[in-house]
């Protein structure tokens, strides 16, 4: 059974850090494309960071320079590193895990409130 499961989400003060987590299993890891989207109230989905090939991320460009994608292939873990955090980040964040099949896996999601 495919689970991604998400944690790290919270209240956090603009400014401030969180670092997302998503476990995975069920699935062969290193064989998947991980990436980081979120949903913020009345919006749709969108992504956030993603890996497009060996050693090489995309991000979109609110979140440049701010955030960090990065895996643990050991521990089937993907990571998003949220610095500078802003009330616009606000959002369920989900994890992806997206196969060259076309078959795609979703996490249910953590929440990140950025807001003092």
């Known amino acids: 059974q495919v689970q991604l499961v998400e944690s790290g989400g919270g209240l956090v003060q603009p400014g401030g850090s969180l670092r997302l987590s998503c476990a995975a299993s069920g699935i062969i890891f290193t064989r998947s494309v991980m990436g980081w989207y979120r949903q913020a109230p009345g919006k749709q989905r969108e992504l956030v960071a993603r890996?497009?090939?060996?050693?090489?991320?995309d991000y979109t460009d609110s979140v440049k320079g701010r955030f960090t994608i990065s895996r643990d292939n050991a521990k089937n873990t993907v990571y998003l590193q949220m610095n500078s955090l802003k009330p616009e980040d606000t959002a369920i964040y989900y994890c992806n895990a997206l196969f060259s099949s076309g078959i795609v896996y979703w996490g249910k999601g953590t929440l990140v409130t950025v807001s003092s």
């Open positions: 890996f497009i090939g060996i050693g090489s991320t």
